[in-house]
């Protein structure tokens, strides 16, 4: 039973994590924009999230557990290798690749699709415990 909870769930838990972690590259991306030879980074949210959804096994980080009893854990859901760079349309004189409307845009447009992703799973789980519930 609670295999099929953590199924029916794994997709809005896998689309919140990589909603964070794209959060943080974009937030990188905004906070170096007057950096010089800084590359703005960016990632492909819909191979990345088949990727986390479709993976059976935790290719992520491995960590090691000394009880049986110990909770399994697993590594973020990006690794660095999946972050890739954005190609500027007006590459600046200092080398820096960040174009500051582009990085708002995709700022705003991440933070309410996490949000609707919260919403989402919020009344999945809303809908399974009153489901659970004895009328």
């Known amino acids: 039973m609670i295999d099929r909870l953590e199924a029916s769930l794994n997709f809005h838990q896998q689309a919140l994590g990589l909603r964070q972690e794209r959060q943080k590259v974009l937030s990188s991306n905004i906070a170096n924009a007057d950096t010089p030879g800084y590359k703005a980074r960016d990632m ?3 191979s990345a999230l088949e990727h986390a959804v479709s993976r059976t096994d935790r290719d992520g980080l491995s960590l090691s557990r000394t009880s049986s009893r110990h909770l399994e854990g697993s590594g973020s ?27 708002r845009a995709q700022f705003a447009d991440n933070s309410v699709r996490y ?16 489901a659970m519930q004895p009328e």
């Open 44 to 46: 492909d949210f819909a």
């Open 77 to 103: 859901a990006l690794g660095s290798r999946d972050l890739l760079y954005r190609v500027p349309a007006q590459p600046s004189l200092d080398g820096n690749t960040v174009d500051m409307d582009v990085e």
């Open 115 to 130: 949000q609707s992703a919260l919403t989402i799973l919020n009344s999945r789980i809303q809908g399974l415990k009153k």
